[in-house]
Structure formats: structure tokens, C-alpha cells
């Protein structure tokens, strides 16, 4: 079945560092890909989606790259902040019109140190 | 423009207890989907809500229910808690665009403890 596997965690970082958080997937077809976020005590936040193979998303200094060849769609940032501290999920979505259903990896914590 | 609201934001509950958990879907969104996520762990799809019937669903027992009112508002229901149903509760909304699925986006969640 689908399934998301994601680099263990926690992630240590000084700030100013770079930063790469690797996710695989596992799907059939071509399922859509979403980075998501969540502060300590709050819900998930959408940070960046990719839709096709080659695409690449962006928000807030975070890139990811949707590869079809490797089935991978890592996280990157150039310069980490001590406000990025968080959790990081990657996810799948796969199913046509409204049917679709999340499934996401386990999640990594990353921790950023002034 | 309000976002994904889900009330209350905490609950404390007995084993055997049945609670309710609500959920406003973002303005123009028709679907909402309920997540369990455990500590430590990334959300479990529950399932789905469209046009007021149940689309899609999770591997969950039937003690897990829900409802979505023609506001598009939805319920979570969960009868006889167990200390394993311990969780935050996510509920996400997403719109149809161009006939294929937009992006979730997801509420604050409900943290509900069993004791």
C-alpha cells in the first residue's frame, strides 16, 4: 500500500545551518506530496506542496523537489532559524476528486540552537 | 477570512464516556477529513466527509462516528472511550478546484485525554 518513511529524528542544528529532512514514498501512480509543520501545542501547517514529478514547491526559504525516479521529495532550507524549531511531516495524497486521504511519515523534530 | 476552527481545544475524559468533537471547515470548503494523531507519532486518517455522507474511512472501529451538516460542519463521535483513544484530534478541509482534490488544510485540534 502507500505509505511515507521519513529520517529519524531529532534533527540538531545550529542556526544558520543548512538543513535536509529526506522523505520517501511508496504509492501508485502519481500521488501529490506535501511538506507540513507543527509548533509545539498546535496543529499542522501546510509549508509546501509539490503535484507532478519535476515540481518543485517553495515557501519560507524551504524547498522540496518532487522525484519520481527516486520517489523522494526531501526538505531543504539554506539557512536555519531558531524559529524553525518544529516538527516536520511529509505526506501523500492519492485518490481522485474529494476521495483522497492524507497519509503521512512519522514525523521529524528538528531543533535549532542560537 | 476564518480559518479551520475545532472545539473545544481541550477535554478530559473517563474510560467508557462517549465524546463529541466539532469542526467549521474553512470558508468555500464542502469536504472535511478527522485525524487521530497519537504522541509522537504522525496523524491516522479517521475519515472523510462529503455532501454529508461518509466518503472515505481509515482503519478505526466503529465506535468512531461522524456527521457533517449541510453548513459543512462536522462531528467526530467516539463512544466508549478507551485509554488508548487518548489523543489530538485533527480536522482538515479541502475544496474541490478544477474537479481534483485541493489541499488540506488543518485546524488547531482537540487534545482529549481518557483517564
Known amino acids: 500500500g502507500n505509505s511515507v518513511t521519513q529520517m529519524e529524528g531529532p534533527v540538531t542544528l545550529s542556526e544558520e545551518a543548512f538543513l535536509t529532512i529526506n522523505c520517501t514514498y511508496t504509492a501508485t501512480g502519481y500521488p501529490s506530496l506535501f511538506w507540513y509543520v507543527q509548533y509545539p501545542g498546535e496543529g499542522l501547517q501546510l509549508l509546501l506542496k509539490?503535484?507532478?514529478?519535476?515540481d518543485k514547491g517553495s515557501n519560507k526559504g524551504f524547498e522540496a523537489t518532487y522525484r519520481k525516479e527516486t520517489t523522494s521529495f526531501h526538505l531543504e532550507k539554506g539557512s536555519v532559524q531558531v524559529s524553525d524549531s518544529a516538527v516536520y511531516f511529509c505526506a501523500l495524497v492519492h485518490g481522485s476528486g474529494n476521495t483522497g486521504k492524507l497519509i503521512f511519515g512519522q514525523g521529524t523534530t528538528l531543533q535549532v540552537k542560537p | 477570512d476564518a480559518g479551520v476552527t475545532q472545539s473545544p481545544t481541550h477535554l478530559i475524559k473517563t474510560r467508557g464516556q462517549q465524546v463529541t468533537l466539532r469542526c467549521s471547515p474553512k470558508s468555500g470548503h464542502d469536504t472535511v477529513s478527522w485525524y487521530q494523531q497519537a504522541l509522537g507519532q504522525g496523524p491516522q486518517f479517521i475519515f472523510q466527509y462529503y455532501e454529508e455522507e461518509e466518503r472515505q474511512r481509515g482503519n478505526f472501529p466503529d465506535r468512531f462516528s461522524g456527521h457533517q451538516f449541510p453548513n459543512y460542519s462536522s462531528e467526530l463521535n467516539v463512544n466508549a472511550l478507551l485509554l488508548g483513544d487518548s489523543a489530538l484530534y485533527l480536522c482538515?478541509?479541502?475544496?474541490?478546484?478544477?474537479?481534483?482534490?485541493?489541499?488540506?488544510?488543518f485546524g488547531p485540534g482537540t487534545r482529549l485525554l481518557v483517564l
Open positions: 509539490a503535484t507532478k514529478a519535476d
Open positions: 482538515a478541509s479541502s475544496g474541490r478546484q478544477g474537479g481534483t482534490q485541493e489541499t488540506q488544510y
